[in-house]
């Protein structure tokens, strides 16, 4: 079973009560409080994924980090550890991000671009992409040098690679006759 499909089986639960319970806001900020925490501390997330730790002290330690968060939250961060499941909390928070959106009418999508994208260039992108996709998006910008150019665009199952790199190896395939 795939990791996010996996992590989608826990966050789905953690959603429902959340919007039952009306903390959408609360719960979304502790994840990404969370995700924030996990990326700046590689410490944090090795001890959490450690096997020869005992799943009483990870629940303790998040328990205390995250002693002023929702008990619902704490709830999810306890089942998780419990199922042995710590790799999936990378995956938290955007999932979480993704149901509220859905929720709401709300796509959400990835503009990956080489350098960082000014707010009126990435404004005009939301507002062409809504147009052909025929709903509200929420885009997130991410910086892929590797690109060297020009846009990718990830929205749903939909790929739209316009990137420079894309175009270097399709002309690389042309000129060894891998495609015609």
């Known amino acids: 079973m795939s990791g996010s499909v996996l992590a989608r089986r826990y966050v789905q639960p953690l959603f429902e009560v ?3 319970k009306g903390q959408l806001d609360r719960i ?3 994840l990404a409080d969370l995700d924030e925490l996990l990326a700046a501390s590689p410490e944090l997330k090795g001890f959490l994924s450690d ?10 330690v998040l328990d ?4 002023e968060a929702s008990p619902y ?7 998780v550890v419990d199922k042995n499941r ?4 990378r995956q938290t928070n955007r999932l979480f991000k ?18 960082p994208l000014k707010d ?22 991410r910086i892929v040098p590797e690109l060297i150019g020009g846009l990718r665009i990830q929205v749903g199952n939909t790929l739209i690679d316009d990137s420079i790199r894309n175009r270097l190896n399709n002309l690389r395939r042309v000129l060894a006759g891998e495609i015609g």
């Not at 096997?51 to 303790?60: C, H, T, Y």
């Not at 710590?86 to 909390?89: H, N």
């Not at 993704?98 to 350098?115: F, P």
């Open 18 to 20: 959340a919007k039952e």
């Open 28 to 30: 979304g900020q502790d």
């Open 51 to 60: 096997p020869s730790v005992e799943r009483a002290d990870k629940r303790g």
């Open 64 to 67: 205390q980090i995250f002693a």
């Open 73 to 79: 939250t704490r709830n999810y961060l306890r089942l």
């Open 86 to 89: 710590t790799d999936i909390l």
């Open 98 to 115: 993704e149901l509220v959106a859905a929720d709401k009418g709300v796509n959400s999508g990835v503009v990956e671009s080489a350098a």
């Open 120 to 141: 009126d260039q990435l404004a005009n992108i939301k507002a062409v992409l809504e147009k052909r996709f025929k709903t509200k998006l929420a885009l997130e910008p």
